[in-house]
């Protein structure tokens, strides 16, 4: 993390490149080219003045990619893609109790969130070990462990393909929301740029966040043996216990067998009449209030292992033992076989309770809804 008040010096020789036919990563692993991407080396105003640039982030049909970790490609190309590769990190503001860093897009969002741990800046600690890019997180407000990145946001710069022109939005701008954001409504509107973030310097109210049981018994834990208080936690060990229980139940994204895209369905929301109303039919469903009472939240998991798909594997596909959320893929699968057991599980679950699940990450080549 560079500590001054821009980017040190500049990102590379050329602010951009093409690449021709390129593999797409994901961590799904299954099968994906891009024909043409452009590739963004840097992240400074000028370079979205380029009329080469403009003109190929105008064209609807560009894709913007980022680590792949939130992509099911039902379709095994992308005709034409866009991704931001600069990665640099910069601290812009420092008070006694806050910071303000700025992080370029194509930095992992995982290697931030240890570098301010190790910083000892609160905050990010407990997004550690999720996959994928800085400039991705805003999208679906990435979540974990009662943290949303939309908490910590100051702005998001993003260019805007509809109007041609790089904007700064102030994190309400932004409308985050449970796994959204207007990034993720204006579906193609958005290439996010730069993020700021606002991170504590201080001990925050409330730390450590143990809301979560496994979190709450895994501090325990530590402090037991470590013959410490758990407020004494710091946030760089705080990330290592997330770590830890993460790598226990997620498969590993980083490299290896099986492939898979995290949660993939969102819990649905449902109106608090039908909640009473599935509640009374299946008392032991989970059921958890939104703020406000305007829905009551379902577990997609449950509702999953209800219909009976917890740990199937099909050929090449499967659910999950450990996670029902987590369909994965075993190695060989195209992207229409693991998008059809994805459907069947959908359908299964509506037949079973009436609801309705919806896919958390971007479904490429293919109508989500079909
Ligand atoms: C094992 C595993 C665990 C996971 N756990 C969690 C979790 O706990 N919480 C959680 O919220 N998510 C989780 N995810 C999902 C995933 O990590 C996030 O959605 C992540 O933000 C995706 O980042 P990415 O860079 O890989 O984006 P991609 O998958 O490449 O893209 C995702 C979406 O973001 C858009 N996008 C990417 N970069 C940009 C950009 N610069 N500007 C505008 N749009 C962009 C894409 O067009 C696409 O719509 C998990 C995934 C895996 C594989």
Redesign the pocket.
Known sequence: MSRTDRPSGPAGPVPYEWREDVPVE???RLPARAGRELVMLDTAPSVFSDPEVGQWLADPAV?????????VFVAPVVGRAV??AASRSWMTAKAVSAVKVVVE??KG?DELVRETAVEGWYGLEA?A?????????????????GT??GERVVWVE?YDRLEGRLRRLSAEECAFGY?SSR??RE??R????RVALSLSRERPDGWPPATYPGVADALADWAARNGREPESITPLEYAEIITRI?RRK????RRGWP?????FFQNPVVSVQRAAELRRRWPAMPQFELCGGDGVKLSAGWLIEQAGWKGQREGNVGVSPEHAL?LLHHGGASGEEFWSLARRVRDAVAATFGVTLQA???IIGVDATE
């Open positions: 994901n961590t799904l894709q913007v990619i980022g680590g792949g970790s939130n992509l991704r931001v897009a194509g969002l997004l070990e999720i996959p994928g890019t800085v400039g991705a997180a805003p999208v679906q407000n990435v979540g974990a462990y949303e990145i993003a796994r990034f993720k579906t193609g958005w290439l996010i740029t993460r997620l498969p590993d994204w492939g898979s895209v995290g949660s987590v958390e990450p971007r």
